[in-house]
Every structure is written in C-alpha cells, then in structure tokens.
C-alpha cells in the first residue's frame, strides 16, 4: 500500500483540499488538513456554485455524500436571466418549466460555498482539521517537510499536498511558474438581507442569477441561501487598477461615483447595488496560469485545485479542484503504480491536459466576453444549452 505509514499534510481546506482529505480517509490515510481559518463558523465569499455531472458532482458521488448534498443544494438556483445594460432580458429560465434533475448530463445543482464546506467537514474525522494555521513555508528534511505556519508552530508530514488557492504558498515549492494577469478585473461585493437593501433587484433577481453585459462590461448577480446578494462587476482595467484610481473602497460614496463614470452607459437601476452603506467592496484582478506549464514531479509535494492551475471565474474551478481530489485520492490507492512518485506524475500528466483545454476555452471566453459582442454570444450559447 502506498499510503501506509505515511503521514498526509493537506495544505488549505477550501472545496479540493477538504475533498481530498475525505477520499483519502474512507481509505483509511492518516490526513490533517491546515487551514489558516481560525474555525469552521468564519463567513466564505463567494457566489452560489454549480456542480458539475462529470466533476464536482462525480467527486460528491465518490465521497458519499450525495444524500447530504440533496440535502443541501438549492433546487431553482441555477436560473439565469441574460440582461443588457438596461435590463432588457434576452434570455429567462423562470420560463422553463424545469432545469433538469439528478442524473442528467447537463443539470448543474446549485449550493453555497458554506453549506458545501459543512458537508465536507462533516464527513471528516474527529482532529482532521487544524483550523488557525497559516502556513509560511515548508522545508524537505531527509524526505520528511516540515511545515511551518504563521503562528510559530512546526508540523511534520510524509507528503505534502497543496490545495491553498490562488496565493498558494506551497506552489514556490514545486514550480517556479507565476500567474498572469487576464486584463480584467471584478470588484466583487456582498449586499447582505438584500429584500430589504436592494429591493428592486433582489426581485429582478428571482432567487437565481442575472448575467447582464453591454460594452465589454460585465455585471454579475447571484441570490444566495442566506438571503444576501452577491454581485461581481467586470471591467478590462490595468492590473494595479485598484492602487491607481485613488478610490478609497470603504468608501462607497466613492465606488458608486467610479461606477457612474466607467459604466456611464447603464441604466440608474443598477445603482441601487451601492445605496447600502456597509457593502465591503473587494478588488480582484483576475490571474490564470500559462497554459502551457509543466514541472518535473517531486516524489512526495504536489498541488491541487486553483494552486495548481487557477484561471479566470468559468464556471469550473471548484469542480476541477474536486476532480483534482478525486483522480489524486485514486492514484495514491492504485497498486499498479510503485511508489508515490509516479502515482503523483500520472495524476499531473492528465491534471496538465485538463487545464490546457480548459484554460484554452476560458481564454477564449474572456476574449468574447469582454468583447462589444458578448452579450451576442452569451445569448446565442444559452440558445444553443438543451432545455
Ligand atoms: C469572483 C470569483 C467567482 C468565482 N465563481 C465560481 C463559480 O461560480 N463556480 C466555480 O466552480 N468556481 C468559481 N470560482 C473559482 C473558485 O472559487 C475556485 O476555483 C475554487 O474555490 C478553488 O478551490 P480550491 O480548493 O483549489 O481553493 P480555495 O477555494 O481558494 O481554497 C483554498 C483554501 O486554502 C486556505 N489557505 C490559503 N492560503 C493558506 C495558507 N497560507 N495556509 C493555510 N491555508 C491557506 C484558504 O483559506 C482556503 O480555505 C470563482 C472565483 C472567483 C475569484
């Protein structure tokens, strides 16, 4: 057995790092997983997800938690709404009578990154996880990494697995390779009892996702679980943007001015986003590895999820950070490979194939997204989707 004896350090415990530790355990691996969190309760950003048939959802199946996820997802979530800048609709799937079901090919069940980290963490063992720890660095000691963290402390691990995210901190250590700015750039917000603080739109909205465009700008809006809205605005801007225009973003006064500039040419109601004063506004320029990188596997650190191959908001990423866990989870309990190096190599090989077509896609997807036509195309895409 590959993984016997051997002490498994699961570097950040976002949807890959947290799927890896359960697959590995119903193998019976000795895994912790660090994460710099301080506990399971503090808030996660991020819009509702889809998980996907041949990935995320794969990957749920394989961790057995399907009944907990149909517990959890959130059944008409998935229905978008294809708008223009003055909220003209061209596309609605309030119109259909159904999005599809458990077991089609092309349902994507929606749920909110915090509920999808509950059930992982759940399913973990009791001192799985090792909340509060903030990882610096990692040292090879005679094949043994040391692990050390923020705070102080050394752990200790046979193999190390990087699941941290888009700033990994393990990824230094297993290639030189950086990310590279796309060009665009989301400011990404969270309106919080939005019934109430942006009432216009939280009915435009009907509990699913709006996808409006117009000019190369893009406006994202998505209807979570706990009643708040998120919303990413999308824009082609220089890559130190935020430094440079001077905005102060606690400041909405200052952000709602901005908007009124750069998106002159939308309609005043989407100003009511900016009327709540609270809103914590986030910038985020938008990074993606080359598409070609490629590194020499290491015999016991590898890299999964958006430290591995980040690239652009497409829909994807949680579900390849799952699909990650699952194909790594199965090489290192694969008897057919002999040792864990090569079990680490095939999983990069087909990791590395992935990401060069996937991030292809998403490159063109960015360029016709952000392009005068990609309302068009958007449009003419959902036409295309089956009903
Ligand atoms: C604006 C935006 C919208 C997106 N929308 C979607 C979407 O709709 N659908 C979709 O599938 N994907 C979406 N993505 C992409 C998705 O969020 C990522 O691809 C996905 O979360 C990657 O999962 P992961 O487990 O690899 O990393 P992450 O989810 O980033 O998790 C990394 C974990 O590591 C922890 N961590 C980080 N650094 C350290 C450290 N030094 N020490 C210890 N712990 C650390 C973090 O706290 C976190 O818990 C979106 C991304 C952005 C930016």
Redesign the pocket.
């Known amino acids: 057995m590959l993984l016997q004896n051997k002490k498994i350090a699961i570097?950040?415990?976002?949807?890959?790092?947290l799927t890896l530790a359960r697959l590995l355990q119903l193998k019976g691996a000795d895994v912790k997983v660090?994460?710099?969190?301080e506990n399971r309760h503090v808030r996660l950003q991020?819009?509702t997800?889809?998980l996907h048939y041949e990935s995320g959802l794969k990957a749920i199946e394989a961790a057995g938690l399907m009944d907990a996820f149909k517990a959890n997802y959130r059944p008409d979530n998935d229905r978008y709404r294809v708008m223009d800048e003055n909220g003209n609709v061209f596309h609605d799937d309030h119109a259909k009578e159904s999005t599809g079901a458990f077991g089609d090919e092309f349902f994507r069940p929606q749920i909110d990154r915090g509920p999808l980290r509950d059930i992982l963490l759940d399913a973990l063992e009791p001192e799985t996880m090792v909340w509060d720890?903030?990882?610096v660095s990692v040292e090879n000691k005679n094949n043994v990494w040391e692990i050390n963290f923020k705070n102080g402390n050394v752990a200790t691990a046979d193999i190390v697995i990087g699941?941290?995210?888009?700033?990994s901190?393990i990824r230094p250590f297993v290639t030189p390779i950086k990310p590279i700015y796309s060009g665009v750039t989301?400011l990404?917000c969270n309106i919080p009892k939005s019934g109430k603080n942006a009432r216009k739109l939280h009915e435009l909205v009907k509990g699913g996702k709006i996808s409006a465009m117009a000019h190369s700008q893009t406006l994202f809006l998505s209807a979570k679980g706990d009643g708040s809205l998120d919303f990413?605005i999308g824009w082609k801007a220089a890559e130190n943007w935020a430094v440079e225009s001077g905005i102060d973003f606690k400041d909405n006064k200052q952000v709602l001015e901005w908007f009124k500039k750069e998106f002159a040419s939308w309609d005043s109601m989407w100003l009511e986003l900016f009327n709540y004063d609270e809103t914590e506004f986030v910038v985020?320029p938008l990074y993606g590895m080359p598409l070609d990188q490629y590194w020499e596997t290491n015999p016991n650190i590898t890299l999964?999820?958006?430290?591995a191959h980040l690239l652009p908001?497409n829909?994807?990423?949680?579900?390849s950070?799952m699909l990650d866990a699952l194909y790594l989870s199965e090489n290192l309990n694969n008897e057919k490979f002999t040792d864990i190096k090569e079990a680490i190599s095939d999983y990069e090989k087909q990791m590395f194939e992935r990401f060069a077509d996937e991030g292809k896609e998403t490159a063109e997807m960015m360029e016709w997204m952000y392009s005068p036509d990609g309302l068009k195309i958007m449009v003419e895409l959902f036409h295309q989707m089956p009903n």
Request: hydrophobic share 30%; net charge negative; glycine share 26%.
């Open positions: 570097i950040g415990g976002g949807p890959g790092g660090y994460e710099r969190d991020g819009a997800l889809d720890s903030h990882i699941a941290d995210g888009a700033n901190k989301y990404v990413y985020r999964i999820g958006d430290a908001p829909g994807e990423g949680v579900n950070a």
